[in-house]
């Protein structure tokens, strides 16, 4: 045997993982990986990449040649992805937007969307007592975020789905792609909508820092209402705090971003990592 043919081989990268958006600068993943990578003690990268939206398919296949397994993916790309990638869950297909790419060793793009099971999972860990079938769902919004809620709370055996969206025309294209469990209402009648809803979910960005607040009477609102914010900036929103001051049970957005990363940490570096308060506290 020859001394160069002795020789070891070199040892494998590190694995390589990031979020894909433009702009990006703003997003809490990095933080949220890389405290998992340390706590686990893991070798690899998570990184944050800025893609313009007309370099999104370009960018998308030469990261599995840079040594990526896979990213997620954020606005305004999560659409797009789907034209892009080879294989296409029927969650992400259903959904319309996927947020969690694998990249296989073949350089074959697999996109899927774990915005629905974060979003259970916060609720699950948050408010246990919990029960998905107790009485109507109320959704506020009808954008990609809002589409992975409905899915998930239906797949959960939610019997009713109220919805309403200022454009209207979004709230009447998910009833039809999603059947007869869904009722919409008219913006103005948003309020009305809560009356006897077991979960009531505020899917938009109104609310967010930056954006106007969300103006939803909340008069029918039943104190044994389960509510929630996708919004996590800030983590009590003024819809929060309102509906807790009539007794219910609220619930952040915060822990639906942590609870989506995990299945694609699993899957990229090998450890299903924990959701905890550590967890939350990396990311604030």
Not at 66 to 88: Q, R, S, Y
Not at 226 to 234: I, S
């Amino acid at each position: 045997m020859s001394p160069q043919s002795a020789q070891s081989e070199p040892p494998p990268h590190a694995p390589l993982a990031g979020v894909i958006g433009w702009p990006i600068a703003q997003s809490r993943s990095p933080l949220l990986h890389r405290h998992w990578l340390d706590r686990y003690g893991l070798s690899g990268h998570y990184v944050p990449l800025p893609v313009r939206p007309e370099h999104l398919a370009a960018s998308l296949r030469a990261l599995p040649k840079l040594g990526f397994v896979g990213a997620n993916v954020t606005i305004p790309h999560k659409e797009a992805v789907l034209t892009v990638a080879d294989i296409v869950t029927d969650r992400a297909a259903l959904i319309g937007a996927a947020n969690t790419l694998i990249f296989r060793d073949d350089g074959t793009i697999h996109a899927d969307n774990t915005d629905g099971y974060g979003f259970i999972a916060n609720l699950e860990q948050n408010a246990p007592d919990w029960l998905p079938d107790l009485g109507p769902a109320a959704v506020i919004g009808a954008g990609g975020a809002a589409r992975a809620v409905v899915a998930s709370l239906l797949e959960s055996g939610v019997s009713e789905l109220r919805i309403a969206n200022r454009t209207r025309i979004r709230a009447d294209q998910i009833k039809a792609e999603f059947g007869a469990r869904v009722v919409v209402y008219d913006w103005a009648q948003a309020g009305n909508m809560l009356e006897g809803a077991n979960t009531v979910v505020n899917a938009t960005s109104m609310g967010m820092v930056g954006q106007p607040p969300l103006r939803v009477l909340l008069d029918a609102l039943s104190p044994d209402a389960l509510v929630t914010d996708l919004v996590y900036a800030p983590l009590m929103t003024e819809f929060l705090r309102n509906a807790q001051d009539r007794g219910c049970h609220v619930v952040d957005g915060l822990g639906m971003l942590l609870h989506q990363a995990v299945p694609g940490f699993e899957r990229w570096f090998g450890r299903r990592p924990e959701v905890d308060e550590a967890a939350r506290q990396a990311v604030l």
